[in-house]
């Protein structure tokens, strides 16, 4: 190969030094922008999910009889088969520590609220 012979190989690099960059080069830029937004989105999301819910744990472990614990939360339902959906529903769970003849039992209510 020449030394001056043109490549035929499109380097993202070589487009972006260009005056006016090709759409091509205009549409890999908003695929990775697009793509960078949802893992900064995921990290955070990942980061509270992390601390929120041992937070939760950790009061569920230490409620006492009478005291009870209400919180929202989401829960997500994969529909598999031809097509793959996702429902997504929000529900409030209220978690209650109660003594019932001398003996202290969990109760667990989850209430479905809303579902998209």
């Given at each position: 190969?020449?030394?001056?012979?043109p490549s035929e190989e499109v380097s993202l690099e070589?487009?972006?030094?260009?005056?006016?960059?090709?759409?091509?080069?205009?549409?890999?830029?908003?695929?990775?922008?697009?793509l960078e937004r949802l893992v900064a989105r995921h990290?955070?999301?990942?980061?509270?999910?992390?601390?929120?819910?041992?937070?939760?744990?950790?009061?569920?472990?230490?409620?006492?009889?009478?005291?009870?614990?209400?919180?929202?939360?989401?829960?997500?339902?994969?529909?598999?088969?031809?097509?793959?959906?996702?429902?997504?529903n929000l529900v409030l769970v209220c978690t209650m520590?109660?003594?019932?003849?001398?003996?202290?039992?969990?109760?667990?209510?989850?209430?479905?609220?809303?579902?998209?």
């Open positions: 190969m020449k030394k001056d012979a070589a487009e972006m030094k260009k005056d006016a960059p090709s759409e091509e080069v205009n549409e890999l830029r908003k695929q990775q922008e697009k990290k955070i999301h990942r980061e509270q999910f992390e601390v929120q819910r041992a937070a939760v744990q950790k009061i569920e472990k230490e409620l006492k009889p009478g005291e009870d614990l209400v919180y929202k939360d989401f829960v997500n339902q994969h529909i598999h088969g031809g097509s793959e959906s996702k429902c997504n520590l109660c003594l019932i003849f001398g003996n202290t039992t969990e109760i667990n209510l989850i209430r479905f609220v809303l579902s998209f």
